[in-house]
C-alpha cells in the first residue's frame, strides 16, 4: 500500500533548485547567488578545529556566535536568533507564527520560500505584485494587512530582482503595520546594497519596532552557504523564543557555529568583497543593456534580465546551459521571460556574457 502523507505535503511547492550540480568541473555555476569567493583560511581552521570534537553535540545554547553577533551589531544575544541558513528561521517563523486561519503578506515575485509558510502552516498567502520597475509595493502591501494578518515578509533587497527600497520607505511602512504583526524583513543581500547604505542601517528601526526581525545570513557576502548560518536581530526577545520552540535542539553544527563566529572578524575582506561585487554588477548591467535587454536597477550579487517574451526564457536559459553556463530560469521564480544570473567571477561573468552574444 503507498504511504499516506499529510495534505500539507501536497501543498508545499517543490523548492525550484539550481541545475547543474552533476554536469562536472567545467561549469559557471550561475544560479544560486552565492559567493564567487571561498571562505577565509582563518575561518577554515576553526571549522577544522570544532570537527576534530565532532563526538560531542554542539553548545545547544550557541552561545558564542549570538555573543559574535550581539556585539558587532548592538543587539543583547536575547535577541539574536539563529538557523541553520535563514532559510530554516523562515520555515520556523511560519511554523510558530501561522495556522489556518491566519494571513502571510509578501511581494511576488520575490524569494521562492516565501509560498512554503503558508503551505506548511495552512495560513493563507497574500502575493501583492511588485511594480512596473520590479520593487515592491508597499502601499499595496500594507493595505492587505487585516486582522488576520500575523506576518509580513519584505525582501530587500528582493530576491530574484535584486531591487532595494530605501530605509525611510521601510520605516514609513513599519509605522501603519499594528504591533502584532511581525514583519520579517529580509536583508540576506543587504551588504551589497548601496541603497540601504550599510548593514548597520536598518538597526535603528528594531528599537522603535518591536514586531520586526531583520533576517541575515552568512550564505552570500560570506561565502559559507554550504555550512548553513542565517540569523534575525529581533525587535523583542520572543520572537527567538518562539523559533526555537519549534526547532530541534541542535539545528547548528559546532563547524558552522565556529565558522560564523570567525567570519565576523574580517569585515575588511567583506569590503572588498562588495567593492568586487558592485564592479561586476555595473559592469554585467551595462553589456546586458548595450544589447538592448532590460534589467533590473540592482543592489544585490545577481541581475534580473528580460531575455525573452513570456516563458520565453527556457530554451535561452537551456542554451546558455549547453555552453556550460548555468543560470535561473525567471519562470521557476514567478518572473516568466526573465532569468535571474547571479555575478560570478570576472571570468565567469565573461563566459555567461560571451555565452549570451552567441545566442
Ligand atoms: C532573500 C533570501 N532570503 C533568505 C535566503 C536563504 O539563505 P540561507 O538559507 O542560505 O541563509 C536566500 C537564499 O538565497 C534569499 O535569497
Redesign the pocket.
Known amino acids: 500500500m503507498a504511504l499516506e502523507f499529510a495534505e500539507k505535503t501536497r501543498r508545499i511547492p517543490v523548492y525550484p533548485v539550481a541545475a547543474g550540480y552533476s554536469l562536472g568541473a567545467d561549469v559557471t555555476m550561475l544560479a ?2 552565492e559567493a564567487a569567493f571561498g571562505p577565509l583560511e582563518p575561518v577554515v581552521e576553526v571549522a577544522r578545529h570544532a570537527v576534530l570534537g565532532a563526538n560531542r553535540y554542539p553548545d545547544p545554547s550557541y552561545m558564542q556566535l549570538r555573543r559574535a553577533l550581539s556585539d558587532r551589531y548592538g543587539i543583547p544575544w536575547e535577541r539574536v536568533a539563529l ?1 541553520s ?4 528561521l ?1 520555515l520556523a517563523a511560519g511554523e510558530a507564527l501561522l495556522e489556518p486561519g491566519a494571513e502571510l503578506v509578501y511581494a511576488w515575485p ?2 521562492s ?1 516565501y509560498p512554503h509558510l503558508a503551505a506548511a502552516s495552512g495560513a493563507r498567502a497574500i502575493e501583492v505584485p511588485l511594480n512596473a520597475d520590479a520593487v515592491h509595493d508597499l502601499d499595496a502591501i500594507a493595505t492587505e494587512v487585516t486582522v488576520a494578518t500575523r506576518l509580513v515578509l519584505i ?1 530587500n533587497p ?2 530574484p530582482t535584486g531591487t532595494a527600497l530605501p530605509l525611510e520607505d521601510i520605516e514609513a511602512f513599519l509605522d501603519r503595520i499594528p504591533d502584532h504583526v511581525c514583519v520579517i524583513l ?1 536583508e ?2 543587504v551588504e551589497f546594497s548601496l541603497t540601504v547604505g550599510d548593514p548597520f542601517a536598518s538597526l535603528p528601526l528594531l528599537a522603535r519596532h518591536p514586531n520586526l526581525v531583520i ?1 541575515r ?4 557576502v560570506y561565502g559559507l ?1 554550504g555550512l ?3 540569523y534575525g536581530l529581533c525587535g523583542s526577545e520572543t520572537f527567538r523564543i518562539a523559533v526555537d520552540q519549534v526547532r530541534q535542539p541542535f539545528y547548528l553544527t559546532s563547524a558552522a557555529q565556529a565558522a560564523g563566529a570567525e567570519a565576523l572578524k574580517y569585515q575588511d575582506e567583506v569590503e572588498r568583497r562588495v567593492v568586487a561585487t558592485v564592479a561586476a554588477r555595473t559592469t554585467v548591467t551595462d553589456a546586458l543593456r548595450e544589447r538592448g535587454l532590460w534589467v533590473a536597477e540592482s543592489d544585490a550579487n545577481f541581475v534580473w534580465v528580460r531575455l525573452a517574451e513570456d516563458g520565453g526564457d527556457g530554451p535561452v536559459v537551456d542554451a546558455l546551459r549547453e555552453r556550460g553556463v548555468i543560470v535561473r530560469s525567471g519562470t521557476a521564480l514567478g518572473g516568466p521571460g526573465f532569468a535571474r544570473v547571479t555575478l560570478g567571477t570576472d571570468a565567469e561573468n565573461a563566459r555567461f556574457l560571451a555565452a549570451l552574444a552567441e545566442l
Open positions: 544560486s547567488n538557523g541558513g535563514s532559510c530554516d523562515l520575490s524569494f520560500m525582501c528582493n530576491n529580509d540576506a543581500y533576517l545570513t552568512f550564505s552570500k552557504a548553513r548560518v542565517g
